[in-house]
């Protein structure tokens, strides 16, 4: 949990190494990661590596999301979601039905069933964690009683083909802490790491959206 809270590396790479790559896979898999969301208009995939890429020093890479792992906002805001919503994941929508000027019904988008990714003891145990990360750690600057508080999570972004991106920063959360009502993802070009550019950001729209 306090690694967690201070993004220790090192930590994550020893507990994939213990999981071994291909779990870490599977679950990635199950959160959605590694193909695009079915939310009615296209949007990346993002990306998982292949076991060859994880195998031996690969697993670093795997454990703290660098190398071949990729995801959108989108999809790291559907996985805060689905951890908040007690393990289970159900799918995002943007466009539910196509309709034409004249108003005629072309097209109905078919709701995807939701579906268990986590037990609700090991969702119950992650919520604690991105509550203290939020509170405590490196999101500390997202978190404000007067909106009810936040979970989340700081990341330093690499971004494909812009070499700016080593100075961008993140942050994923959700709100109110105690009563959940709305999953965010914070994505800030400004210089710094996301607790310093992302979470103030995030902090500022939960406040605007809790008035």
């Known amino acids: 949990k306090e690694a967690f809270a201070r993004s220790c590396n090192d930590t994550f790479i020893n507990i994939a190494k213990d999981l ?5 896979v599977r679950y990635a898999k199950k959160f959605g990661l590694g193909k695009g969301l079915d939310i009615g208009l296209g949007n990346d995939d993002g990306g998982l590596p292949d076991s060859q890429v994880f195998a031996g020093a690969g697993i670093g890479n795997l454990a703290i999301g660098q190398g071949d792992v990729m995801a959108t ?24 039905r196509v309709i034409s000027n004249r108003g ?16 609700q003891n090991t969702s119950n ?10 509170e405590h750690g490196t999101g ?3 978190y404000d ?14 971004i494909n083909y ?14 109110p802490k ?18 310093a550019t992302a979470a103030p950001i995030f902090r500022k729209i939960a406040k605007s959206m809790y008035k």
């Open 20 to 24: 071994g790559g291909d779990t870490v």
């Open 73 to 96: 906002p989108l999809q790291m805001a559907d996985v805060i979601a689905t951890i908040v919503n007690g393990g289970v994941r159900k799918p995002l929508r943007l466009i539910d």
């Open 104 to 119: 005629d019904i072309l097209e109905v988008k078919e709701e995807n069933e939701e579906y268990r990714v986590l037990s």
């Open 125 to 134: 145990e992650l919520v604690s964690w991105l509550s203290y990360a939020a």
């Open 140 to 142: 500390k600057r997202a």
């Open 145 to 158: 009683e007067s909106y009810g508080g936040c979970g989340g999570k700081t990341g330093t972004p690499q």
């Open 162 to 175: 812009d070499p700016k991106a080593n100075y961008y920063g993140w942050f994923v959360g959700y709100f």
């Open 178 to 195: 105690d009563d959940p009502k709305y999953a965010m993802a914070v994505l800030s070009r400004e210089q710094g790491e996301g607790g």
